[in-house]
């Protein structure tokens, strides 16, 4: 791979959560633009070779620093290196920012209802999306829902509340649900899939998914993402494409 494509950029910041969950900011050259919920394709040396992942930008877009929360694969190429990062490490960075799952995709006139549903570092973008003013005058309802397997693995739960301090300026139906998969005594507990056929997650978000009034953006495990994707059509909503359509999606594998 060519290093021409790439800036080499400084670890500023580590973040653990888990064993397998980790935050890390970056220095951002000022070539690097992107839009909330866009993903950057990062590079680290692994002997001669640089191997390179895609990752969603937490950060917003007119943050300074990029900020990444990460998984660790045991055994992944890319992540069994990145989990020893360290301040003042350098990495790689693609000059450019991909992706479809960003706010503009969707034609205007908006509905008045945003969901965000993701499962684990899946909901990386939906912060991006979050510290972005626009999203907040853009929807008069918004969910977040964020799917983990136990509750240790809730990462970013105190920013939550911080960004929504920052960003919603008096914006007032705002709700951060929490899906724990492996705590029976969890309120919500169930794969969305599931949630979203029996009516428990409209139950608890106090709001309906309609094909008039909603747009929902998926993110994470790809297996989530079809199933939750077909309860979705089930219930009338249809696949965004061109700009129509209330259901968009990226698969992190
Ligand atoms: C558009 C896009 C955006 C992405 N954004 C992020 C991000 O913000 N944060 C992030 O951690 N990863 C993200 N990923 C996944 C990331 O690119 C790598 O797959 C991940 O870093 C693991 O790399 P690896 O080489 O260690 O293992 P890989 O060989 O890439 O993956 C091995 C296996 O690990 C599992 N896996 C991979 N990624 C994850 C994950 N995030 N959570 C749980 N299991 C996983 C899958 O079973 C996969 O088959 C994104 C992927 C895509 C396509």
Redesign the pocket.
Known sequence: MSLEKFSQETVLSVHRWTNNLFSFTMTRPAHFKFSAGQ?ARIGIMVGEEL?V????V?SSPFDETLE??????PD?????N?QHLQVGDQLYLEKVA??YLTLARYQKPLPQDLWLLAT???L??FLSMLQDFETWKSYQQIRLVYSVRTSAELAYVDRIQDIYDTFAEGHSDFKFIPVITREPDAQLHERLPVLIANGELERVAELKMDVNTTHVMLC??PEMVEDTKEALKAKGLIMNRRGEGNISV????
């Open positions: 993903f191997v992942r895609a990752y969603s937490v990444f929360f990460s998984i660790v694969v992944g190429a890319f992540t069994s990145l991909y992706g684990g570092t899946g990386a973008p994470g495990n990226e698969n992190y594998w």
